[in-house]
């Protein structure tokens, strides 16, 4: 813990100016993100690709260490009744107890947010150009983190609420009561 309050003293160390031109170009960032959605089907692509990569990439890890056999990794957008999809991973085997975590693995790139973070200013110089490149990344990430409506239903079964709903249940019981 004391590290990572060194590193928000570093952080906080920066010109004011710094961290307002990242404020800025998170704005730009979603500005185009916003942009990119009205656009075509290959502005999307090129503009979603490697946070695509990154969701679909958490899916299929948490899919392999938990048991639930994928079977297929898309990353090309596919026409939908609903839209376009832009990535997908299938699995054979999802279960009460792995589809939960399958389901909201992509939250995991907030840790791997978390760990570029602290680790930034040790990889690179503290510079503006820098710490830009800092945001750009943390943005990416955070972005990217966010469960789609497909991951939500997967996570949250019925059969996942009632294993992990009892657990937890248990669990307050036991400990805070």
Same mark, same amino acid.
């Given at each position: 813990?004391?590290?990572?309050?060194?590193?928000?003293?570093?952080?906080?160390?920066?010109?004011?100016?710094?961290? @307002?031109?990242?404020?800025?170009?998170?704005?730009?960032?979603?500005?185009?993100?916003?942009?990119?959605?009205?656009?075509?089907?290959?502005?999307?692509?090129?503009?979603?690709?490697?946070?695509?990569?990154?969701?679909?990439?958490?899916?299929?890890?948490?899919?392999?260490?938990?048991?639930?056999?994928?079977?297929?990794?898309?990353?090309?957008?596919?026409?939908?009744?609903?839209?376009?999809?832009?990535?997908?991973?299938?699995?054979?085997? @999802?279960?009460?107890?792995?589809?939960?975590?399958?389901?909201?693995?992509?939250?995991?790139?907030?840790?791997?947010?978390?760990?570029?973070?602290?680790?930034?200013?040790?990889?690179?110089?503290?510079?503006?150009?820098?710490?830009?490149?800092?945001?750009?990344?943390?943005?990416? @990430?955070?972005?990217?983190?966010?469960?789609?409506?497909?991951?939500?239903?997967?996570?949250?079964?019925?059969?996942?609420?009632?294993?992990?709903?009892?657990?937890?249940?248990?669990?307050?019981?036991?400990?805070?009561?």
């Amino acid at each position: 813990m004391k590290d990572l309050e060194l590193v928000f003293e570093d952080v906080a160390s920066y010109p004011g100016y710094w961290h @307002l031109c990242g404020i800025c170009l998170i704005v730009v960032l979603a500005l185009l993100d916003t942009r990119a959605k009205r656009g075509g089907v290959l502005t999307i692509f090129f503009w979603n690709l490697p946070g695509v990569f990154l969701h679909e990439l958490t899916h299929l890890c948490a899919g392999t260490i938990l048991l639930a056999k994928p079977v297929s990794l898309h990353l090309l957008p596919r026409k939908r009744s609903t839209g376009w999809q832009l990535g997908a991973v299938t699995f054979q085997r @999802l279960n009460a107890f792995n589809s939960l975590p399958v389901g909201l693995a992509p939250l995991g790139l907030v840790a791997v947010a978390y760990f570029i973070f602290t680790h930034w200013t040790h990889w690179f110089p503290s510079t503006l150009s820098s710490i830009l490149g800092a945001y750009v990344a943390l943005f990416f @990430l955070v972005y990217n983190s966010i469960p789609s409506r497909q991951d939500i239903r997967v996570a949250f079964s019925l059969g996942s609420i009632l294993v992990y709903g009892t657990v937890l249940f248990v669990l307050y019981e036991f400990f805070w009561t």
